[in-house]
C-alpha cells in the first residue's frame, strides 16, 4: 500500500501529557500537510511542510503545538502539554511537487487522539 | 470567517437517481477546487477536481460545475449508488499545488436502497 500511512491510529493521553503524530507521505511525494477535525466540523488546515522546510504555519495554535519533517524519516505533528480541546481527529495529506499543473492532495487515515 | 460553505448538512435520494451537492465560496482567490468523499473512521477520499479556467469536469459518474460569478460550484452524481453514501466535502486552494486547503463542513449523503 502506497498511500499516506499515518500512525497511530489512535492515542490516548491525559492532560499535561506530550502527544506525537506520526506521518509517512506517499511514495514521491514531497509536500506533507497537517489538517485537524473536530467533532461536526470540516477539516481545518494547521501546517503545511516540505523536506526541512515549514512553508506555511498559518494554521497552528501559537503555544504548545510544533511540526517537522526530517530530511529521513516522517512528519511529525507534537502538541505539548495537552488539554481537553486537543481531542480530535488528526489528518495528514501529501501531494507530490508540481510547478506547473494542480495536483491534488491525498489523505491518511487519520490519528484520533483522545484526552482524558 | 467560513470561505467555503456547505448549506446542507446532510441529503437522501434513492438509488438510481442524481446526487447534487453544493458548495459556496467567498474567497475571489480560489483558484482550485476539490471534492473529497469520507467514510467515518477513514481519511477523505479525493473524487473530482476543477481549475478556475474551466466550468465543467467528468469523471465516470462525477461532475463538477463551477459557476465563478456565483462563486458557487456542484458535484452530481448520476447514476447514485448505496456506497455512495459517505460525507462529502468541498474544498478551495489559491494558486498552484502546495497550497493549504480549506474546506466545508460537509453534507452526508444517504443513499437509499
Known amino acids: 500500500n502506497a498511500g499516506v500511512m499515518q500512525n497511530p491510529r489512535h492515542l490516548v493521553r491525559r492532560r499535561g501529557q506530550e502527544a506525537r503524530l506520526r506521518c509517512s507521505p506517499m511514495?514521491?511525494?514531497?509536500?506533507v500537510y497537517w489538517y485537524r477535525q473536530l467533532p461536526e466540523e470540516g477539516l481545518k488546515f494547521m501546517v503545511y511542510l516540505q523536506k526541512e522546510n515549514i512553508i506555511d504555519e498559518s494554521g497552528m495554535p501559537k503555544e504548545r503545538f510544533s511540526a517537522e519533517f526530517p530530511k529521513e524519516g516522517p512528519s511529525i505533528l507534537r502538541i505539548q502539554q495537552v488539554v481537553r480541546g486537543d481531542s480530535a481527529a488528526y489528518f495528514c495529506?501529501?501531494?507530490?511537487?508540481?510547478?506547473?499543473?494542480?495536483?491534488?492532495?491525498?489523505f491518511g487515515d487519520g490519528t484520533r487522539l483522545s484526552i482524558l | 470567517d467560513q470561505q467555503v460553505k456547505q448549506n446542507s448538512p446532510s441529503l437522501s435520494v434513492q438509488e438510481g437517481r442524481i446526487s447534487i451537492l453544493n458548495c459556496d465560496y467567498t474567497n475571489s482567490m480560489f483558484d482550485y477546487f476539490l471534492w473529497y468523499k469520507k467514510y467515518p473512521a477513514e481519511g477523505p477520499t479525493f473524487l473530482i477536481s476543477i481549475s478556475s479556467i474551466k466550468d465543467k469536469n467528468e469523471d465516470g459518474r462525477f461532475t463538477v460545475f463551477l459557476n465563478k460569478s456565483a462563486k458557487h460550484l456542484s458535484l452530481h452524481i448520476v447514476p447514485s449508488q448505496p456506497g455512495d453514501s459517505a460525507v462529502y466535502f468541498c474544498?478551495?486552494?489559491?494558486?498552484?499545488?502546495?497550497?493549504?486547503?480549506?474546506f466545508g463542513e460537509g453534507t452526508q449523503l444517504t443513499v437509499n436502497p
Open positions: 511514495k514521491g511525494h514531497s509536500h
Open positions: 495529506a501529501s501531494s507530490p511537487f508540481s510547478s506547473t499543473n494542480n495536483q491534488p492532495q491525498h
Open positions: 474544498a478551495a486552494s489559491e494558486g498552484t499545488s502546495g497550497s493549504r486547503l480549506t
